[in-house]
């Protein structure tokens, strides 16, 4: 299944196994160049979803998505800001004047994200007026109140877990989590969402944490 979400419906037992294949079997004719019947097609899927791991207690552990076994695997910050401004000639002194005035104060978050035409700040809401005069003669494309970071420390080796991120927001978007924004460096997973998102997103992250 090229579809993530369509292997897991079926490993879950949620898809209706003849309308995916009514879908499915045009599909399957054009590449097979010959007809295909809908029975054949259901049954192919049916043992296909019997050959996936259950969600029982047969069912693996989630040893591909482990998080860094040690204290402090979840970390929220609160009452965040994201700014997103129009890449300019002028970006790259903004960045380095922001990070000179707010230096390591405690308890504050700040990232700065470039991409191709934009620049990103997401910050702590007491570090406003610091982003606002240094990003005071940039142009101001997108402004989001009330976030709320989640960070996972993840091991050292997860760059080597081919899927980690995908098995992570996948459990998010099943239980309907929805994602503002992502950080991430070497062992660690930053995620912005919206502050009533975050409690169930923290419910779910939690049931990853091996002790």
Not at 166 to 192: G, Q, R
Request: aromatic share 4%; glycine share 6%; with cysteine.
């Amino acid at each position: 299944m090229d579809s993530p979400f369509l292997s897991e419906g079926l490993r879950r037992g949620l898809i209706n196994l003849s309308e995916l294949a009514r879908q499915l079997q045009p599909q399957l004719e054009s590449d097979l160049w010959k007809p295909v019947g809908q029975a054949a097609v259901v049954m192919a899927l049916r043992r296909m979803s019997e050959r996936m791991p259950g969600l029982g207690a047969q069912a693996p552990a989630n040893n591909d998505i482990v998080l860094a076994q040690k204290t402090g695997q979840l970390t929220v910050c609160t009452d965040l800001v994201e700014l997103t401004y129009r890449e300019s000639a002028w970006t790259d002194e903004c960045h380095r004047s922001l990070l000179a005035r707010q230096g390591r104060q405690q308890n504050m978050f700040l990232t700065v994200t470039r991409g191709v035409s934009e620049a990103m700040v997401i910050c702590s809401r007491p570090l406003i007026p610091q982003v606002e005069d240094v990003f005071g003669g940039e142009c101001l494309l997108a402004r989001l109140e009330h976030l709320n970071a989640v960070t996972l420390q993840l091991t050292d080796e997860s760059h080597r877990t081919p899927g980690i991120y995908h098995a992570i927001l996948k459990k998010l978007a099943w239980d309907k989590v929805n994602l503002v924004n992502l950080i991430s460096t070497h062992s660690e997973l930053t995620l912005i969402l919206e502050q009533e998102q975050t409690g169930a997103a923290f419910v779910v992250l939690s049931k990853m944490v091996t002790h």
